[in-house]
C-alpha cells in the first residue's frame, strides 16, 4: 500500500466503493498514514456551535429539528442581538475555543436588515480573535463578496447525502441549488466547510457518493464534518426509522477513514452524534484521521458532550486541543 502525497480531484466511484470494503485494520493504517503526511496525528481543532437564528425555518429536510414543517419542540427564536453573539463568543474563546459557527435556520438569508446585522456580528467576532464561521443556507455571489469583504474565515454549507438520496431527504430545494452556492464560495477567499451526514437510511454507495462529490470539487473543502444522523423527535426520519437500530460506530469509523484518503489536507470533523458514541468510538475516528469536534455542550439544538467529559478524553489519548484552561 502507498500513501498519496499529492491531493486528486479525479476520483472513480469504484475506487471510492473499495476504500469502504477494505479490510478494516488496512483501512485505520492507510488513514493514519495519509493523516501523518498531512497533519500532527494529535492535535484536533476546536469549533463551537452557537445557533443564531432558531427554528421557523421554510425548508423541509427530513432529519431538522428547525422545520417549521414538523412538529418538534423546540423555541422559535429571531435573530439574535449582537451583544448575546459576543457575550457567547466570549464564553467560548474563555473556553479554549478556536472558532464560533454561527448557524441560521434559513433556506437563504433574505432580509437586508438580518444579512447587515450577520456582517456586524463576523466583523466583532473576528475582532475578538476567534476565527469566525457562519452557516446561513443559500447564498448569492453578491452575499458572498460582502462575506468576503469583513474577513469571514469559514462557511458551512453541507450537500448531506448523495445526489441520488438527496429528493429522499429535501424536497424544498436541488442539489445543485448546494452546489451552486458551494462554487460561488471557492470562487472567493473564504474557506468552505462541507460535508453530510450517515446513519439515516442510505447505503453505502451514497456514502461513497456524497465522499467522491466532495473530493472531486474543484477544491477540497478546508473543513469536512461528518455527521452521525442525530434523531429528533417529530421529524420524519424519526418516524421512518423508528424501528432501525442505530448506526454501527465502525460505519463512522469508516467513513472518517475514507473522508481523510479522498481529501487528505483537509480537516475532517467527527460531529454531530458524539453524544451517542463511545469513547472508544471516538477514539477511533481520531485514530482514522478525525482531527476536529465541536467543542461545547450544545450543537445547534440538540446535546453535545460536555467540555469536562471532552477534555478528560482528549487528555486519556494524549491529543492536544490548543489551550484549554482548566474547568
Ligand atoms: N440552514 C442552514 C443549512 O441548512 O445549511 C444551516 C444550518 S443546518 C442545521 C446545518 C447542518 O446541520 C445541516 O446541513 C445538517 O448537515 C446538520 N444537521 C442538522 N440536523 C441534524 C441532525 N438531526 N443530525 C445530524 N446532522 C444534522
Ligand atoms: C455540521 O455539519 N454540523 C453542525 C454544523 N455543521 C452547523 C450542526 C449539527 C446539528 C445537529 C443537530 C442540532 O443540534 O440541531
Ligand atoms: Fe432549515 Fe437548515 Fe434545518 Fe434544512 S437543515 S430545515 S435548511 S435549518
Same mark, same amino acid.
Given at each position: 500500500?502507498?500513501? *498519496?502525497?499529492?491531493?486528486?480531484?479525479?476520483?472513480?466511484?469504484?475506487?471510492?466503493?473499495?476504500?469502504?470494503?477494505?479490510?478494516?485494520?488496512?483501512?485505520?493504517?492507510?488513514?493514519?498514514?495519509?493523516?501523518?503526511?498531512?497533519?500532527?496525528?494529535?492535535?484536533?481543532?476546536?469549533?463551537?456551535?452557537?445557533?443564531?437564528?432558531?427554528?421557523?425555518?421554510?425548508?423541509?429536510?427530513?432529519?431538522? /429539528?428547525? /422545520?417549521?414543517?414538523?412538529?418538534?419542540?423546540?423555541?422559535?427564536?429571531?435573530?439574535?442581538?449582537?451583544?448575546?453573539?459576543?457575550?457567547?463568543?466570549?464564553?467560548?474563546?474563555?473556553?479554549?475555543?478556536?472558532? %464560533?459557527?454561527?448557524?441560521?435556520?434559513? $433556506?437563504?438569508?433574505?432580509?437586508?436588515?438580518?444579512?447587515?446585522?450577520?456582517?456586524?456580528?463576523?466583523?466583532? +467576532?473576528?475582532?475578538?480573535?476567534?476565527?469566525?464561521?457562519?452557516?446561513?443556507?443559500?447564498?448569492?455571489?453578491?452575499? +458572498?463578496?460582502?462575506?468576503?469583504? +469583513?474577513?469571514?474565515?469559514?462557511?458551512?454549507?453541507?450537500?448531506?447525502?448523495?445526489?441520488?438520496?438527496?429528493?429522499?431527504?429535501? /424536497?424544498? $430545494?436541488?442539489?445543485?441549488? $448546494?452546489?451552486?452556492?458551494?462554487? $460561488?464560495?471557492?470562487?472567493?477567499?473564504?474557506?468552505?466547510?462541507?460535508?453530510?451526514?450517515?446513519?439515516?437510511?442510505?447505503?453505502?454507495?451514497?456514502?461513497?457518493?456524497?465522499?467522491?462529490?466532495?473530493?472531486?470539487?474543484?477544491?477540497?473543502?478546508?473543513?469536512?464534518?461528518?455527521?452521525?444522523?442525530?434523531?429528533?423527535?417529530?421529524?420524519? %426520519?424519526?418516524?421512518?426509522?423508528?424501528?432501525?437500530?442505530?448506526?454501527?460506530?465502525?460505519? =463512522?469509523?469508516?467513513?472518517?477513514?475514507?473522508?481523510?484518503?479522498? =481529501?487528505?489536507?483537509?480537516?475532517?470533523?467527527?460531529?454531530?452524534?458524539?453524544?451517542? =458514541?463511545?469513547?472508544?468510538?471516538?477514539?477511533?475516528?481520531?485514530?482514522?484521521?478525525?482531527?476536529?469536534?465541536?467543542?461545547?455542550?450544545?450543537? %445547534? *439544538?440538540?446535546?453535545?458532550?460536555?467540555?469536562?467529559?471532552?477534555?478528560?478524553?482528549?487528555?486519556? %489519548?494524549?491529543?492536544?486541543?490548543?489551550?484549554?484552561?482548566?474547568?
Amino acid at each position: 500500500m502507498t500513501h *498519496t502525497p499529492t491531493l486528486r480531484h479525479d476520483w472513480h466511484i469504484d475506487e471510492v466503493l473499495a476504500l469502504f470494503d477494505w479490510p478494516f485494520n488496512d483501512l485505520i493504517y492507510q488513514a493514519q498514514g495519509v493523516h501523518r503526511q498531512h497533519f500532527n496525528a494529535n492535535q484536533v481543532q476546536l469549533s463551537t456551535l452557537l445557533n443564531i437564528k432558531s427554528g421557523a425555518c421554510s425548508e423541509d429536510c427530513a432529519y431538522c /429539528s428547525q /422545520s417549521a414543517r414538523f412538529k418538534t419542540q423546540l423555541a422559535v427564536e429571531p435573530l439574535m442581538a449582537l451583544d448575546e453573539v459576543l457575550a457567547a463568543a466570549k464564553q467560548a474563546q474563555a473556553h479554549g475555543s478556536q472558532r %464560533l459557527c454561527m448557524g441560521a435556520a434559513w $433556506r437563504q438569508p433574505n432580509k437586508a436588515q438580518d444579512f447587515i446585522k450577520i456582517l456586524k456580528m463576523v466583523k466583532e +467576532v473576528k475582532a475578538l480573535g476567534l476565527e469566525t464561521c457562519l452557516t446561513l443556507g443559500m447564498l448569492t455571489e453578491q452575499q +458572498v463578496a460582502q462575506l468576503q469583504a +469583513v474577513g469571514l474565515d469559514y462557511y458551512n454549507h453541507n450537500l448531506d447525502t448523495s445526489e441520488n438520496f438527496y429528493p429522499h431527504i429535501i /424536497s424544498t $430545494r436541488q442539489y445543485q441549488d $448546494r452546489l451552486d452556492t458551494l462554487a $460561488r464560495l471557492q470562487h472567493s477567499d473564504i474557506k468552505v466547510c462541507s460535508g453530510g451526514i450517515i446513519g439515516m437510511g442510505e447505503s453505502i454507495s451514497d456514502r461513497a457518493q456524497l465522499l467522491l462529490t466532495l473530493a472531486n470539487l474543484p477544491k477540497h473543502p478546508e473543513s469536512v464534518p461528518i455527521n452521525q444522523w442525530v434523531k429528533v423527535d417529530g421529524t420524519p %426520519l424519526a418516524t421512518e426509522l423508528a424501528d432501525q437500530p442505530p448506526l454501527d460506530g465502525f460505519d =463512522m469509523v469508516r467513513c472518517i477513514a475514507v473522508a481523510r484518503i479522498l =481529501m487528505p489536507a483537509s480537516y475532517v470533523r467527527l460531529s454531530a452524534g458524539r453524544s451517542e =458514541m463511545s469513547q472508544e468510538i471516538q477514539a477511533l475516528c481520531f485514530l482514522a484521521g478525525a482531527n476536529a469536534i465541536f467543542y461545547g455542550e450544545k450543537l %445547534l *439544538t440538540t446535546i453535545n458532550p460536555s467540555e469536562s467529559q471532552d477534555q478528560q478524553l482528549l487528555a486519556k %489519548l494524549g491529543i492536544n486541543a490548543g489551550h484549554l484552561p482548566p474547568l
